[in-house]
């Protein structure tokens, strides 16, 4: 995977903190860093790579990962690269934050859960852990009290709740200390009070 990726905020050689954000289907880099300008991320890098055809995996997240390949190893392999390349700059793991959107918030939770450790935090607008079901085997780590948001709708379009559920209890089981919200017929979008508790919760904390 040839990846892009576009940064803003402070330079990373000169960042303390950095974000790495991840959009969803169909949209590109430049659309979630929009939603930067929310967060209470000045002083953060901010990180956005573009996936190949606007897609990280070209079916639903529900289907058998083997359906999904190679574009999910080649995603969760980008990504992989992204947070070496942040770490080479002299940012710590656990001053390193992740947010997705949809797909991205997907594959956000699926790479942490792969590789857990102490980030910032991580924020999932919409999402959960991938495949046609959870493989707790496939999740290795202890994120050691790492702060993770999770907001979704009930019901959604894209993302079951009860993978949402499973999800948020396998983080907990991992070690992370996640705060899971579901809204009543929010739809497929993100709400002004999943943005609120994405700072309260994760990056306003010093």
């Not at 934050?97 to 942490?112: D, K, N, P, V």
């Not at 590789?115 to 780590?141: C, M, Q, R, S, W």
């Amino acid at each position: 995977m040839n990846l892009d990726t576009i940064t803003a905020g402070v330079p990373l050689n000169e960042a303390k903190k950095a974000l790495i954000m991840l959009h969803g289907r169909g949209a590109g880099a430049h659309d979630i860093l929009s939603i930067a300008k929310y967060l209470d991320t000045a002083d953060f890098a901010l990180v956005a790579p573009q996936a190949d055809n606007r897609t990280w995996y070209p079916y639903s997240f529900l289907v058998p990962i083997a359906e999904n390949e190679p574009s999910f190893s080649n995603s969760l392999q980008a990504l992989s690269q992204v947070l070496v390349a942040v770490q080479q700059n002299g940012i710590e793991k656990e001053n390193i934050y992740f947010l997705g959107f949809s797909q991205g918030a997907c594959l956000a939770l699926e790479f942490t859960a792969r590789n857990a450790a102490k980030y910032g935090g991580v924020v999932a607008f919409t999402g959960g852990l991938i495949g046609d079901k959870v493989y707790e085997e496939h999740y290795h780590g202890n994120f050691e009290n790492t702060p993770i948001f999770i907001g979704t709708s009930d019901p959604d379009f894209h993302v079951p709740v009860e993978r949402v559920n499973q999800t948020a209890a396998l983080l907990e089981k991992m070690g992370a200390d996640v705060t899971k919200k579901i809204y009543d017929n929010m739809g497929h979008t993100i709400s002004q009070d999943e943005i609120d508790l994405a700072n309260q919760l994760i990056f306003s904390k010093k």
